[in-house]
Structure formats: C-alpha cells, structure tokens
Nanobody
C-alpha cells in the first residue's frame, strides 16, 4: 500500500484546515483501518484519529469535537482519507502522517503504530 498526503498548510488559532491522503487499495479484502498520526518537534509520534473500512472511528482526547476523520472508498483503485481540523490550536502544529494497516478496530492502528504503513508526512502550522 502506498500513501500520499496532500500539502498541509498554515492557519491562525481558531481556524480550520483539511488534510487528505490517497492510498492504494489493499490486496486482500480484509477489514483495514486508516488514520492520522502527528509528530511535533521534540515529541513522539502520536495517534490523532483513525477509521476502519466500515466506518468505525476513534479520536485522541485532545482533538475530540474539533477534528473529523472520514474515508472515501468508492473508487475501485484507491481510498481517500480526510481529516477536517476545526478550532485549531497552536499545539496542533506538527507534521501529520497518514497511516494504514489491517485491523479489527481503529484503535489498533494506534497500538500497532510501529507496524503501520505511513505516508511521507505533511506540515501543519498553527499560529496563535
């Protein structure tokens, strides 16, 4: 599976940004998950949001109510993952990575972080 994120961007605190990631389809038709991780300077990579192929979602506590993850699987050749980020805060500034893996629940994408497939990352900068 190959993942390519859209260009990130900059916003003022309180503003919005939307990220997207295009991924090739899995070879086997098993349940899979896609999600977003982020890594700020000097910090470890952390899970932000994840969604399973049948629409179950999970969010990190500090983005609940502000971020929305969605997945478009209609295209036979690719999946497109989105992250709508509203009411952005300075602490949301980080490099955001798209991730994917087979899973039984979206939370597994967070727990199996070292074993996921990742995109190249895209920078999000929020100024206060």
């Amino acid at each position: 599976v190959h993942l390519v994120e859209s260009e990130g961007g900059s916003a003022q605190a309180g503003g919005s940004l939307k990220l997207s990631c295009v991924g090739s389809k899995f070879t086997f038709n098993n349940r899979y998950c896609m999600g977003w991780f982020r890594q700020a300077l000097g910090k470890e990579r952390e899970g932000v949001a994840a969604i399973s192929s049948d629409g179950e979602t999970v969010y990190a506590d500090d983005v609940k109510g502000r971020f929305t993850i969605s997945l478009d699987t209609k295209d036979n050749a690719k999946n497109t993952l989105y992250l709508q980020m509203n009411n952005l805060k300075a602490e949301d500034s980080a490099k955001y990575y798209c991730a994917t893996n087979y899973c039984n629940a979206p939370s597994q994408l967070f727990r199996r972080a070292p074993y996921n497939t990742y995109g190249q990352g895209t920078q999000v900068t929020v100024s206060s």
